[in-house]
């Protein structure tokens, strides 16, 4: 199985909603990440899981919360978002952090909000 | 200056050209170079992945990586339909920890 798997494909949610978006690889991966993309931008980073312990923040506002239950699911929680966080959420694995890991990407949660 | 360059396009070529697609890079140490295709709504998808340089073929592509040049490409031979999307280079930053990605070069195949 070399596949990335995330639910829910679309959200459309409300400023004071809370939701969870899920993230599952059964490829053996230790390294999970989050992504945001915008239209016509490339993927921007978000966070990283190694060994399910957090390992980047790249200064993500904390109305996004990261969640790694164990080594093949992957959650982000949120609460509160504002209408410009709307955008594809992408998952992705790789082996391992170590460099030049190949990166396996999901297809994505496309989020909307209101 | 971004570490990685990449021009956005749009790209549009008739069906059955070759296409080159190229990123250009400031960070000497970079070493890995991947290149993946995105269709419209969809995650990206790794295409080719190369490791310091030389040529690389599979199938109608192949990745070319000029490390002297800091400059990296994609051909695709004979190109279809299909193989309109946007395609984005991408390199781990020094320590891995991060991989950096061009913003993408759209491209339109005319059947």
């Known amino acids: 199985d070399t596949e990335v798997t995330q639910t829910p494909k679309h959200l459309v949610m409300g400023m004071t909603n809370k939701k969870s978006l899920k993230c599952e690889q059964h490829m053996g991966h230790r390294a999970m990440y989050w992504y945001k993309q915008k239209a016509k931008k490339p993927p921007e980073l978000m966070f990283v899981?190694?060994?399910?312990?957090?390992?980047i923040n790249e200064s993500v506002p904390s109305r996004f919360s990261p969640e790694c239950p164990n080594s093949s699911l992957l959650n982000l929680h949120l609460h509160a978002l504002q209408p410009e966080d709307s955008a594809l959420y992408l998952c992705?694995?790789?082996?391992?952090?170590?460099?030049?890991?190949?990166?396996?990407f999901g297809p994505g949660t496309r989020l909307t909000v209101l | 200056q971004k570490e990685v360059e990449q021009d956005p396009g749009p790209l549009s070529v008739p069906e059955g050209a070759i296409v080159s697609l190229n990123c250009t890079y400031s960070n000497s140490a970079f070493q890995y170079f991947m290149w993946y295709r995105q269709y419209s709504r969809k995650g990206p998808e790794l295409l080719m992945y190369t490791y310091s340089s030389g040529n690389k073929e599979d199938g109608r592509f192949t990745a070319q990586v000029d490390k002297s040049s800091k400059y990296i490409s994609l051909f695709i031979r004979d190109s279809q339909p299909s193989d309109s999307a946007t395609y984005l280079c991408?390199?781990?930053?020094?320590?891995?920890?991060?991989?950096?990605f061009g913003a993408g070069t759209r491209l339109f195949v005319k059947a």
């Open positions: 992705a694995s790789s082996q391992d952090q170590v460099g030049g890991r190949e990166q396996f």
């Open positions: 899981y190694s060994y399910e312990k957090l390992s």
């Open positions: 991408a390199m781990p930053n020094t320590g891995g920890f991060k991989t950096i």
